[in-house]
């Protein structure tokens, strides 16, 4: 039976998206160009797939049609100068089997989307977009922002970056720490979508998660003074260890309570605290990454879920609270709060998240909320708040999770 050109294509856009995007951009200097190009070549993919089948490197087809593309859009202009003409010709010269990945593309182009002539808003989406390769669906789930904001933002991005004629290069390395933060929030959000798929019927996209690792540890060695580098390293190195545990055979979700954690990557535990050590001997303090590393850690050094430092765990909430507060950060506190004092202090702390409107339109409240209903004893109130969260969320492997702790309440 032959492969179905869509899901091959959706696999291959999943895992070379943004190599074909960079590879684009190398060539073009022109990271907007190089975005609507390759959306271009995934739609000729669609037809011309179905048609003819799959080729041997669906990845090097995608970019050569994508070049090709390019090649016509500067045709296509009145006014075409000849620095366009010589690349538009060299482009025109390239066979499909010379395309080949080169590692730091991807992360100059995170550097270039993330120029300081956009806004923060708009780098971030704009990165997730064209690096991440995730659709605006998925990315205003985790920004937690409506989807038309999101594409407004896109397309906001675009058009400055087209308007400043921002080039796609290697900024200098002085410009490097005023992109930083944004960087390292673009990359740190990528890997949480691999971690845990905010859509689809996959719980984890290791291929996503994968990619922000390799970014993060470039960064970390292009930055070796620069604590917030490896403190995300260490944050994703930590998490990354328990993605063998984390799905069952047929990808269903494992929960942490229920992890083999015979099954956890010693080696990347020890990388990640290795990481987190760097962090600290920079002398700067922790910062919000270093301490979620540090939560990290102590799930990481515990024998089992019974042995877990609950109560250092909520100091940790605590300090991260102080420093970066936020709805998710203050949900996570009060599960750390339930696990160390017990479920109706934890409530109460949910409790005054609704009354203030946090997170409105996400499932982690409800989800939260069941669990903590359900510890009480309060049966239909937990089953009604499972239900509800099972309903909002995008993950087709969550809801399954979310509707089988509803089914399971007592009662």
Known sequence: MSADPRRVLEAVWRMEGARIVAAVAK???????????????IVEALGSWREHGVPDNPGA??????????????RRRSALDERHRAMAHDLSELAEDAWEPIDDDVLRLVFTACHPALSRESQVAL???????????????????????????ITRAKKTLQAAKVP??????????ARLQTVLSVVYLIFTEGYAATSGDRWVRADLADEALRLGRMLAGLMPREADAWALLAVMELQASRFGARTDAAGQPVLLADQDRARWDRAQIARGRAALARADAVGRGRGAYALQAAIAEQHAVAATFADTDWEQIVVLYEALGRIAPSPVVDLNHAVAVSMSVGPGTALAMVDRLVARGALRGSHLIPSVRGEL??????AEEARAELLAAAALTGNEREAEVLRAKAAAVGG
Do not use: N, Y
């Open 127 to 153: 990165t997730l977009r064209v690096v991440g390769g995730l659709t605006t669906v998925e990315i205003a789930r985790m920004l937690l922002v409506p989807v038309p904001t999101v594409q407004a933002r």
């Open 27 to 41: 060539a073009t200097g022109d990271v907007v160009l190089a975005e609507d190009v390759a959306q271009e070549a």
């Open 168 to 177: 796609f290069e290697t900024p200098d390395p002085a410009e490097w720490p």
């Open 61 to 74: 087809w995608l970019t050569a049609v994508a070049k090709r593309r390019a090649v016509d859009a500067w």
């Open 373 to 378: 209903l359900a510890q009480l004893g309060r």
